[in-house]
């Protein structure tokens, strides 16, 4: 690992880290050499086999079972974080909750709810709890994963493109604000790139967004954990403010 790019002596939070997207994150930051803290709200058991997995890869971390939308929990994370790991220096904030596509006749105001709660409420719960370690040592990381989805418009899914585009926005006002601290806020934006939960979607549906992509081959989680471990590193210091599209070209400026 390049000095430029180590995380040693580094402690990350990755929200909803045990599956998915999350947990190539995870497993990217502890291969830089970062202390990980993994977070899950549900499925114990999947949550712990993962962990072991990122354990038996020789990582330093700790698995930790908090709701990043509640007040109380965001405390507790933040007091267990710092008491097994040292203070957070940066987090990728990756949480979601279920995303169907559903014309707007179909949504509640409840569901629109819940979108605004994961993307913008968590990013603002837990960049209060991190802040003063952050600003204290005039360092820190906020990553956002936010989507292709904003840019690219997709129907029928406005509570997750709304919230989507507020999340991105947050980032830009972070970003000029928290500057001066030498905190950088930047979002990252992958496009689709198949997990555990795209297994049972549909062929045509893979095949057809397949098609639209420019290097013609599938996106992996590792090169979301690439990017990532990119924004989170010193070689990225002086980057702020942006999104950055990991999607094989799908969305061009």
Same mark, same amino acid.
């Given at each position: 690992?390049?000095?430029?790019?180590?995380?040693?002596?580094? +402690?990350?939070? &990755?929200?909803?880290?045990? +599956?998915?997207?999350?947990? %190539?994150?995870?497993?990217?930051?502890?291969?830089?050499?970062? =202390? &990980?803290?993994?977070?899950?709200? @549900?499925?114990?058991?999947?949550?712990?086999?993962?962990?072991?997995?990122?354990?038996?890869?020789?990582?330093?971390?700790?698995?930790? =079972?908090?709701?990043?939308?509640?007040?109380?929990?965001?405390?507790?994370?933040?007091?267990?974080?710092?008491?097994?790991?040292? !203070?957070?220096?940066?987090?990728?904030? @990756?949480?979601? $909750?279920?995303?169907?596509?559903? /014309?707007?006749?179909?949504?509640? *105001?409840?569901?629109?709810?819940?979108?605004?709660?994961?993307?913008?409420?968590? !990013?603002?719960?837990?960049?209060?709890?991190?802040? /003063?370690?952050?600003?204290?040592?005039?360092?820190?990381?906020?990553?956002?994963?936010?989507?292709?989805?904003?840019?690219?418009? &997709?129907?029928?899914?406005?509570?997750?493109?709304?919230?989507?585009?507020?999340?991105?926005? *947050? +980032?830009?006002?972070?970003?000029?604000?928290?500057? !001066?601290?030498?905190?950088?806020?930047?979002?990252?934006? !992958?496009? *689709?790139?198949? &997990?555990?939960?795209?297994?049972?979607? /549909?062929?045509?549906?893979?095949?057809?967004?397949?098609?639209?992509? $420019?290097?013609? =081959? *599938?996106?992996?989680?590792?090169?979301?954990?690439?990017?990532?471990?990119?924004?989170?590193?010193?070689?990225? %210091?002086?980057?702020?403010?942006?999104?950055?599209?990991?999607?094989?070209?799908?969305?061009?400026?």
């Amino acid at each position: 690992m390049s000095a430029s790019f180590s995380l040693k002596d580094r +402690t990350f939070l &990755v929200t909803g880290s045990t +599956t998915g997207l999350g947990k %190539s994150m995870a497993l990217a930051l502890g291969a830089a050499g970062a =202390r &990980v803290a993994m977070n899950y709200q @549900n499925n114990t058991e999947r949550a712990e086999a993962v962990y072991g997995d990122f354990q038996a890869a020789g990582y330093d971390g700790a698995l930790f =079972r908090a709701s990043v939308i509640d007040p109380d929990d965001v405390t507790r994370l933040n007091d267990e974080i710092t008491d097994k790991l040292g !203070p957070v220096d940066g987090v990728v904030f @990756n949480a979601t $909750p279920a995303q169907p596509l559903k /014309p707007i006749e179909e949504y509640d *105001w409840d569901f629109y709810q819940s979108m605004i709660d994961f993307f913008i409420k968590s !990013p603002y719960l837990l960049t209060r709890a991190f802040l /003063p370690h952050m600003r204290e040592q005039k360092w820190g990381r906020i990553i956002n994963i936010a989507s292709e989805v904003y840019t690219r418009g &997709v129907a029928p899914f406005s509570a997750y493109v709304a919230a989507k585009g507020g999340q991105l926005g *947050w +980032t830009r006002s972070m970003a000029n604000e928290l500057a !001066p601290d030498g905190i950088t806020v930047n979002a990252i934006s !992958p496009g *689709w790139i198949p &997990v555990e939960r795209h297994e049972h979607d /549909p062929e045509e549906d893979k095949q057809a967004y397949l098609d639209i992509i $420019p290097m013609k =081959r *599938w996106g992996l989680p590792s090169d979301l954990g690439g990017a990532t471990v990119f924004l989170a590193s010193d070689s990225s %210091s002086f980057i702020t403010g942006q999104n950055i599209h990991v999607n094989g070209g799908v969305c061009l400026p």
